[in-house]
T-cell receptor, first 114, second 114 residues
Framework: DAKTTQPPSMDCAEGRAANLPCNHS???????VYWYRQIHSQGPQYIIH???NNETNEMASLIITEDRKSSTLILPHATLRDTAVYYC???????????????FGQGTELSVKP | DSGVTQTPKHLITATGQRVTLRCSPR?????VYWYQQSLDQGLQFLIQ???????AKGNILERFSAQQFPDLHSELNLSSLELGDSALYFC?????????????FGSGTQLSVL
């Protein structure tokens, strides 16, 4: 079962920041937080991941709370092409050639509106 | 382009038949994952292979089987097909058992069982 809770849907105005929350209160010390998105039945696309520090790349920023029980994905300037289902995933760190699969929940359907 | 290639893109077949879906991972990736996405179940992890060996099993039916070949491509075999097997099937690949590796997904095979 997925270990994360996300709102089922959110709206965002084009050009504004989209802040997508995720709760992962049972996360353990050897688990990363990953974010993927899926645009209309395409293959899921990697966005960003982190362990405990905040992370930023060319697509987004990831803010993880100090207790690691929740995180927020920030798309700084949302465009219409960012309309997609966003998945927050807690991923076990592979150990001795085992593990590492991604378990997807229901995700958040983000609609960016003009 | 993720670098993961799946063929065919679309497959239409009848109940009771058998089909084979093919996945070529990104160059250098040793791990392959299979996922099924249906409208009512979301993205479900099926099975993972690493360098030719099965490493993790998810919600994969006994009618389904997979293998990874010496050249690292993988095939998912679906037999005795039922209407409920109609779904998008995704393959993903990763380097394999590196702590914070990324999984890259192909564009999927749309299977329609009539």
């Amino acid at each position: 079962d997925a270990k994360t809770t996300q709102p089922p849907s959110m709206d965002c105005a084009e050009g504004r920041a989209a802040n997508l929350p995720c709760n992962h209160s049972t996360i353990s010390g050897n688990e990363y937080v990953y974010w993927y998105r899926q645009i209309h039945s395409q293959g899921p696309q990697y966005i960003i991941h982190g362990l405990k520090n905040n992370e930023t790349n060319e697509m987004a920023s990831l803010i993880i709370t100090e207790d690691r029980k929740s995180s927020t994905l920030i798309l700084p300037h949302a465009t219409l092409r960012d309309t997609a289902v966003y998945y927050c995933i807690v991923r076990e760190i592979p150990f001795y050639n085992q593990g590492g699969k991604l378990i997807f929940g229901q995700g958040t359907e983000l609609s960016v509106k003009p | 382009d993720s670098g993961v290639t799946q063929t065919p893109k679309h497959l239409i077949t009848a109940t009771g038949q058998r089909v084979t879906l093919r996945c070529s991972p990104r160059s250098g990736d040793l791990s392959v994952y299979w996922y099924q996405q249906s409208l009512d179940q979301g993205l479900q992890f099926l099975i993972q292979y690493y360098n030719g060996e099965e490493r993790a099993k998810g919600n994969i039916l006994e009618r389904f089987s997979a293998q990874q070949f010496p050249d690292l491509h993988s095939e998912l075999n679906l037999s005795s097909l039922e209407l409920g097997d109609s779904a998008l099937y995704f393959c993903a690949s990763s380097v394999g058992f590196v702590g914070d590796e990324k999984l890259f997904f192909g564009s999927g095979t749309q299977l329609s069982v009539l």
